[in-house]
């Protein structure tokens, strides 16, 4: 009897086609992790026995996760519809892709030392390809040859799987060492996360879309705490940050001025006013007022971490992940200034005692004791005072972080000056038909709060006579934003409006005069402008900032603004956004969708110009 021919509804074909995609898969995991190993020549160093553990099993592992979502669909037609030359077809089409993306990627991260991103792929498809990649002849031959190259390697293995009997336990072996891979490059680098081991979390950014597993609320817990910084030093990475990309020169006597910066965290640009921070604008009046001025990030790190390092956002991770201080502060610690920093919120959350501050990281207090915002502000008002009061040698250099605006906040006795204000708020609840006022106004309440210990600041400065002899900076990290173009966007750190980048910038700077000055200005402005201006720095700012001086008369066509994983270039009339998942958003003044601005390309070239300059090639 002749055995009934396989139809689609029997289960040998589909047993057949998942077996194949699984050793597809695993055939994949070795072409990735190949590919993957490219990357290792941009790491400029894989110090120490856990370091090089990581390593090698980051390579694989990441390579399977990979693999795992560019297989869901292969996998979904073997299982749906298990026809031998469309799944073998779709398979091998994704994998091709997948390959040569990679490929395309590791030439972008070879150049500009950042993965393929929303601004690359727009240059790419928008007549800016050449520009962003140098393509020649030779360069299309080699893409040429590489996607015949992949086919090759691809099609030969998709046969050759089909073509051989593969061996459960084999696979099973293969499926079990992936996963142990997996599980100990997650396990390390949560470890190495928590405490600060720069040789292990420095090598993550250097592959594409590897995000391993951190932990530090859980370890901490635990008593697993950040490396001190003599031990964690003896295991750093030489680092891929090029900041500053040539020596610092200074010139000059020693400097003589103090530095003093005072953040409001969420202020908005217009409650800069003589209601609301009355103090504040009083003193606007003996200050340089830059009233076109623009944070660096919409959150508070990378807010705060474009004012002190004079970096984009995109650094950040970098930064933190080798250690690597604020120029602004390494230079003023040689310089023999004294520290005062003061922050109500944790220094280690975000991470400054492992970024702006890794230099002095031993002189910090992590923590302001309080039971609150309310409380903290009111204690590093308090450690200021005594830290002007006290005696010292040589000039100081200090913060004062506000942190009760972050939350609304104002003690209970407080006299609220603007009502009605909301008791509480929840920022789930809010949306288009909430009304912004009361809960405006809650926040304004707490500006004037935090106004009234600034104008002690200012009491103390000037009765101790320090005020002619102190450069002080008052600004906010980001904006905060009430609906204000009617696109329900609340708070902060989920656009790049305006209303949640703009903020005031006061500069009060002895010798100088007063005045307002209405061109636009950013964060990353600062560090230039005291490493000069202060500090005696004469090497060019494009060294080692992203910024130029607050003094030079530079129009800038955009500014960048940056969060997480998404960026604003900022110019006169638009906004252009990277959004995470890869898109690019064109927006107009009032950020409101608008098309693609005229000079869109070559501004978003010169962003990715700066976005790498301060990476090692």
């Known amino acids: 009897m002749t055995p009934p021919k396989d139809n689609l509804f029997t289960p040998t074909p589909r047993k057949r086609a998942l077996s194949w995609t699984f050793r597809f898969a695993l055939f994949n995991v070795a072409v990735i992790s190949i590919l993957l190993l490219r990357y290792a020549s941009s790491i400029p160093e894989i110090s120490g026995p856990l370091a090089r553990t990581f390593f090698v099993l980051s390579v694989p592992a990441h390579a399977f996760s990979i693999v795992l979502l560019a297989m869901i669909l292969p996998a979904l037609l073997a299982l749906l519809w298990p026809n031998r030359s469309f799944v073998t077809t779709i398979a091998v089409l994704v994998s091709i892709l997948t390959c040569f993306t990679l490929m395309v990627d590791t030439e972008v991260f070879r150049l500009y030392r950042f993965h393929l991103n929303a601004m690359v792929w727009e240059l790419l498809t928008g007549g800016a390809a050449s520009e962003t990649l140098p393509i020649s002849s030779n360069t299309w031959l080699t893409m040429t040859g590489a996607l015949l190259g992949l086919l090759l390697v691809e099609g030969g ?90 020596p610092l020169t200074r010139t000059g006597a020693a400097p003589d001025k103090n530095i003093l910066v ?12 003589p209601e609301t921070t009355p103090n504040i ?68 959350s975000p ?124 600004t906010g990290d980001h904006g905060e934003e009430f609906n204000d173009n009617g696109l329900s966007f609340w708070g902060h750190n989920s656009g790049f409006s305006p209303w949640q980048t703009r903020v005031p910038f006061l500069i009060h700077w002895p010798g100088k005069s007063a005045g307002n000055i209405t061109r636009r200005t950013s964060h990353v402005d600062l560090a230039p402008t005291l490493l000069k201006e202060v500090l005696g720095v004469d090497a060019a700012a494009e060294t080692y900032s992203n910024g130029v001086s607050l003094f030079a008369d530079v129009k800038r066509p955009f500014l960048f603004v940056g969060s997480w994983d998404s960026y604003g270039l900022v110019g006169e009339s638009w906004t252009i956004v990277s959004l995470p998942s890869g898109e690019l958003e064109y927006r107009d003044e009032n950020y409101l969708p608008a098309e693609k601005p005229a000079g869109a390309n070559e501004a978003l070239l010169a962003a990715l110009r700066q976005m790498s300059i301060f990476f090692k090639k």
């Open 281 to 348: 604008w009083r003193f606007k009046k003996r200050s340089l007022n830059f009233s076109n001025h623009y944070s660096s990030g919409n959150a508070t790190r990378f807010g705060t971490f474009g004012l002190f390092y004079g970096l984009h956002s995109n650094y950040w991770h970098a930064a933190l992940a080798e250690g690597k201080g604020a120029l602004l502060v390494e230079e003023a610690a040689k310089l023999g200034y004294n520290f005062g920093i003061f922050s109500s919120a944790p220094l280690d």
């Open 351 to 474: 991470e400054f005692d492992r970024t702006i501050f890794s230099a002095i990281r031993e002189q910090l207090d992590i923590t302001t004791e309080g039971e609150n915002a309310v409380a903290r502000d009111l204690k590093i008002t308090e450690k200021f005072k005594n830290f002007v009061g006290a005696e010292r040698g040589g000039p100081f250099f200090s913060l004062l972080f506000y942190d009760s605006s972050h939350s609304y906040a104002i003690p209970a006795d407080y006299p609220a000056p603007f009502t009605p204000y909301a008791e509480s708020v929840n920022h789930l609840s809010l949306d288009a038909d909430t009304d912004p006022a009361p809960i405006k106004n809650k926040l304004k309440n707490s500006y004037h709060f935090i106004d009234s210990l600034v104008g002690e600041v200012f009491e103390e400065l000037e009765s101790k006579g320090l005020l002619e002899e102190t450069v002080v900076v008052i």
């Open 157 to 246: 293995g998709a046969t050759w799987i089909w073509l051989t009997k593969g061996r459960a336990a084999k696979n099973k072996v293969i499926l079990l060492l992936l996963f142990i891979a997996l599980v100990g490059a997650n396990a390390i680098h949560a470890w190495a996360d928590a405490t600060g081991y720069t040789p292990v979390v420095s090598q993550v950014r250097y592959f594409p879309a590897y995000m391993p597993l951190t932990s530090k609320g859980f370890l901490r817990k635990l008593g697993v705490e950040p490396a001190k910084a003599e031990v964690n030093a003896k295991a750093k990475l030489k680092g891929s940050l090029a900041y500053p990309s040539a």
């Open 262 to 273: 005072i953040i409001v965290d969420g202020w908005r640009e217009d409650c800069l006013d």
